[in-house]
């Protein structure tokens, strides 16, 4: 599977590297901060506008599936494919540079077991829909618990990923969106099977009062367990110029907080002007 395999593809990496390092008396784990760069997970809500699509396709980070973008036609896949959506998905795809994953509301497992088959329906329309372009599920309003009770989600979101597991054609990564630290590691600790490939574990504005500013986060201790790329972060509100503190210094932070996958911009429904700078800077 495309997850499994760029990780080992990554280890091996970094085996090779702290070696290398080794013989020239550099010590490996400084090296590999140096040069470590995060990859890109953009949340691209805009009414496929073909400039926007264009631009974070070519200017991704990585090739194939080194970086996401997550496409949002309506709430969903919709109950249709929609002409300007394939356009813009396709032509992603051409790129070579990133892939495009579905979004997918599950409204923090409030419905339970009995929205389970409403949930796949528009998971298998994502796949049906546009065939052979979408990479994986971005699975959003993901919660350790239904809200206002003690009723775990475990098991309704591990039935969720297993679901997109099962693709055949190896397009199944998932990613869970709780928007914060969840309170243990259980997203990521089952096994393949049901865990998440990649899990937001920030999302908010860079540093408005009332929005959640991810100025004010820290990851959570045991994130530190798992390497960078089982995590993203997701921060909109931020300036609308190249200036400082965007993109540059948001994204060192990030990488220092041992987040692998970052989208930092205006509002999702656009592109920041600086988005080239921000893949560059990653």
């Not at 546009?130 to 350790?144: C, E, K, M, N, T």
Request: aromatic fraction near 12%.
């Amino acid at each position: 599977m495309k997850s499994t395999k760029r990780r080992l593809m990554v280890l091996v990496g970094l085996v090779a590297a702290s070696a290398v390092f080794a013989m020239v008396g550099v010590p490996g784990a400084a090296q590999a901060q140096k040069q470590r760069h995060a990859n890109l997970l953009v949340p691209l809500y805009d009414n496929a506008d073909p400039t926007n699509w264009s631009r974070a396709c070519s200017q991704a980070n990585g090739t194939g599936d080194g970086s996401w973008i997550i496409a949002d036609p309506a709430h969903g896949p919709g109950t249709a494919p929609l002409p300007n959506w394939a356009t813009v998905i396709k032509n992603c795809h051409r790129y070579g540079r990133a892939s495009v994953i579905g979004y997918v509301w599950t409204d923090y497992g409030r419905g339970g077991q009995a929205s389970i088959p409403d949930i796949k329906r528009q998971i298998d329309n994502w796949y049906a829909f546009y065939p052979g372009r979408i990479a994986g599920i971005f699975l959003d309003g993901v919660s350790d618990a239904v809200p206002e009770t003690a009723a775990s989600n475990q098991t309704f979101y591990q039935a969720l990923a297993t679901y997109v597991h099962t693709r055949k054609d190896g397009n199944d990564e998932v990613v869970f969106n709780p928007g914060t630290n969840p309170g243990s590691d259980w997203m990521l600790r089952a096994n393949r099977a049901k865990n998440a490939d990649i899990v937001v574990t920030f999302e908010g504005s860079y540093n408005t009062p009332g929005l959640n500013p991810y100025t004010a986060w820290q990851p959570a201790s045991w994130e530190k367990r798992y390497p960078a790329s089982d995590f993203a972060a997701l921060v909109y509100d931020a300036p609308s110029t190249t200036g400082t503190p965007q993109p540059t210094s948001a994204c060192n932070r990030l990488k220092q907080q041992n987040v692998g996958y970052v989208y930092v911009g205006t509002w999702y429904s656009e592109l920041a002007p600086y988005y080239s700078d921000l893949a560059s800077a990653c």
